[in-house]
């Protein structure tokens, strides 16, 4: 599919997504939503790792499209924020992982779409905030579901309640990313995690992407059970017998994500 707001390069088994409308610093609307979920729901199988940034210098996704929300009635309201909480949704379950290389502002469903990857680096000059309130609307992308679990209810809700948008900096210091860089170095250092992701077994960071996701919600004993049961999966599988012989053998492991 040829997209429109969409820009995708490979580099080996790592796929870069741009999210490109310049005019609107990347904002969301249902277009821009609709070519994401087809291209999340058609990710090329030899991709095992995705990462997500944005076109240009000044924004990796400024927000939903204000002009498209004016005029909603609460129907179409429920409907639009269904389809954007269904994207990030499904980037946020893909069995690889999903790195945003936030390159400016994250504001809104900008800020959404990055806490629904697995991990967020920043360039120094990016801003992050959920400033829906002062348009009289809440975080509609489940962003008040993953900004407190990520740094915590106090601070979610008060940058929610206040619309205060914070500097990179700030969002190292409360845990909402992971690493921040100079803008020249952002896409470097994002290829550079990808690839020592990719010198690991796919099968165990797919596993362990899932303990982790799945296990979070459920009490101690029902999350350490969901790991056993996980681990014993690797066992079923060739790259925990590539792995372990190569450590025994004292060579480099050959993984096929099998």
């Given at each position: 599919?040829?997209?429109?707001?969409?820009?995708?390069?490979?580099?080996?088994?790592?796929t870069i997504l741009l999210i490109s409308a310049p005019k609107s610093l990347n904002a969301l609307n249902s277009a821009v939503l609709g070519e994401m979920e087809h291209f999340v729901s058609h990710l090329d199988k030899d991709t095992r790792v995705l990462i997500i940034t944005g076109d240009g210098e000044?924004?990796?996704v400024a927000g939903a499209d204000i002009a498209q929300m004016a005029h909603l009635d609460p129907q179409q309201g429920e409907e639009f924020g269904r389809l954007g909480a269904r994207v990030f949704r499904a980037i946020e379950t893909l069995p690889i992982p999903v790195i945003a290389a936030v390159n400016?502002?994250?504001l809104g469903g900008g800020c959404e779409l990055a806490m629904a990857c697995d991990i967020r680096i920043a360039?120094?000059?990016?801003?992050f905030g959920q400033p829906e309130v002062g348009l009289g609307i809440i975080p509609g992308f489940s962003g008040t579901y993953r900004l407190p679990k990520l740094i915590g209810q106090?601070?979610?809700?008060?940058?929610?309640?206040t619309g205060k948008i914070i500097r990179a900096d700030e969002a190292l210091r409360v845990g909402l990313v992971n690493a921040i860089y100079e803008p020249e170095e952002l896409m470097p250092k994002a290829l550079e995690m990808a690839q020592a992701m990719l010198s690991k077994?796919?099968?165990?960071?797919a596993l362990a992407k899932q303990s982790i996701s799945d296990g979070y919600d459920l009490n101690a004993d029902e999350a350490i059970?969901?790991?056993n049961r996980l681990f014993g999966q690797c066992f079923a599988t060739r790259d925990?017998?590539?792995?372990?012989d190569a450590f025994l053998t004292k060579r480099k492991p050959d993984f096929h994500g099998e």
């Open positions: 599919m040829d997209y429109e707001f969409l820009k995708i390069e490979r580099q080996g088994a790592v000044k924004a990796f400016g502002f994250a360039s120094v000059k990016a801003k106090g601070y979610a809700k008060e940058m929610i309640y077994a796919p099968c165990a960071i059970a969901l790991e925990q017998k590539e792995g372990m």
